[in-house]
């Protein structure tokens, strides 16, 4: 468990971190510095300006989620769960530009470069950096030398988190001027562009017809076509639930999208956005895709196909409008085990995220067809590569991760005690044997039985480090039990699940594969329960209270027996 401390203050220095974790950006940014150093003093030498301008690499025009924004450092967490934090989020930013450049600040100084975008995949190279001498305690080493390691991206409301190489850690920044919550939202009417599901894009005739519209107090309201309707929502820094309660009952023209957007946005379950663009994830993985700007009205909506009668028997003819276009191959934003090294006999984690432009995503060596973003709990006898193959109209895309199986280390066999020579006593010995000691069994440690987490836990409530809150009104009705076996059910209000969970330490894993889907009451919490228990990663009990640490630090969801 990291310190409460370090946890809950969000401030401090390049102390917070374990020695083993974050200090070792500060022999890789002394290098950075070397090499920009020379970059530098050749620029000076050749034109007498250090203020080049990056070249743009091939990727010039690229549109990113990430793209427009200025981004700011909050901080790192690297491999072992140690944290970084900034104290001044504001001196050390990087923006993305349409040009495939980027510039920013490091402390004290400017820098400048190029970047590279492909899918989730992003590389950031070295270029112009000024030659400031930063004030002691600066982190501008550090933060060059991460941005240099990046390899991929995420992105989480209004957060970016960019993956370090070799799973080295995680930066997290997030919007400069952007509130840390759902405020973002609130403001703009968001126009629906189109929808991604799977290889499929469902085109939007005119965005101006369909609108979405956040309320400060909660309420969200929408045009869908012919139709108004309003309802109400729940939002926390990445999460996104929305029900549409009320809505007028107009017969919209044919080909009208109206009934199939309300069904989308009362499945969403997350959000993330990058300067005018929202994108709304649904909870079976497919994308609403919504913008700000403005755009053009378009004419009525074209018909499918149009039957056009002729006087004589001739049979009629039929027009067909030509489907879209296939957008690529699939995408696969990332597969990952955690951990990828275990002892015959344990478990290990598959993750995966959203895959784009697929009909069908399946991983080999017995886990089957699975749905996007997911996890899978392994237990392989022997090292063993899964292969996670995303399959579209544009053909197959693969993504592999290797979990490797050791045998386990046997303990140390204790030698039995050896006898000590004791002193002769000086009364006269008697006939009764002398007691010799008995050496005793050596016993092999074992991992201690996780009985306290064992049981029927109640929810009682959750709070998310952006001052989110959930409480459900009845915890009876949302329950998880873990049994001996390693597996778990769960009761989330009208809903019932089941699933695994696996024990590490005071680390947590939960995986709930399998859900009902009863269609519950307006104000259930049954989705967002499963989605929190999904996402822990430690726990503690304290008599009978369990609290579950979530990922990232994101947040604490507490249960009583």
Partial sequence: MKSEQQNKSGMGNENNAGDGGINKWLLIGGAVVAILLVARLVLAIGDGSAQATPTPPPNAGVMAPFVGPMWEWNGTTDASGNTLSVPNPSQYTIQFLTTGTYQGKADCNSITGAYTVNGSALQISPGISSLVACPPGSLADQFTAQLFSVESFAMQGTALVLNLKGGAGKMHLHQSGAPNNA??????????????????????????????????????????????GSGVYTAGSANLQIQIQQTTRAACPPGSLSDTYIQQLNSAASYFTGGS???????????????????????PPATIATVTPLATNVPPTLTLTPLPACPGAPRIEFFTAE?????????????????????????????????????????????????LTA???????????????????????????????????????????????????T???????????????????????????????????????????????????????????????????????????????????????????????????????????????????????
């Fill in 339 to 387: 951990p990828t090294i275990i002892q015959r006999g344990q478990n290990a984690v598959l993750r995966w995220g959203q895959v784009q432009y697929a009909t069908a995503v399946a991983i080999d060596q017995g886990v089957g067809g699975v749905a996007t973003p997911g996890s899978a709990i392994v237990a392989p006898a022997q090292t063993t590569t899964y292969i």
């Fill in 391 to 441: 399959t579209g109209c544009g053909g197959q895309a693969q993504a592999a991760i290797t979990v490797n199986v050791v045998e386990p280390t046997a303990p140390p066999t204790q030698a039995p005690p050896t006898a000590q020579p004791t002193a002769q006593p000086t009364e006269k010995p008697t006939d009764k044997p002398t007691e010799q000691p008995t050496a005793q069994p």
């Fill in 277 to 299: 663009d929202l994108v709304i994830q649904l909870q079976d993985g497919s994308q609403m895709m919504f913008g700000s700007g403005t755009f053009p009205t378009a004419a």
């Fill in 183 to 228: 405020a973002v939202l609130i403001g703009p009417t968001w126009k629906w562009r189109q929808t991604l599901a799977g290889g499929n894009t469902l085109q939007v005739p005119d965005p101006n017809q369909y609108t979405l519209q956040f309320k400060n107090n909660g309420a969200v309201q929408i045009q869908a076509d012919c139709n108004t």
């Fill in 443 to 561: 016993e092999i440690p074992t991992e201690p039985p996780v009985t306290n987490l064992l049981g029927a836990w109640k929810w009682t409530g959750a709070t998310l480090n952006d001052g989110t809150k959930y409480a459900p009104s009845n915890p009876n009705q949302y329950t998880a039990t873990f049994a001996e076996n390693g597996s778990l059910t769960a009761l989330a209000d009208c809903n019932t699940g089941s699933g695994t969970y696996m024990t590490n330490g005071s680390s947590l894993t939960i995986a709930i594969p399998v859900m009902t889907q009863a269609s519950c009451p307006p104000d259930s919490l049954s989705t967002k329960f499963i989605q929190l228990l999904t996402q822990t990663a430690s726990y503690s009990v304290q008599g009978n209270t369990l609290r579950l640490e979530l990922q990232a630090d994101s947040g604490t969801m507490t249960l009583i027996k």
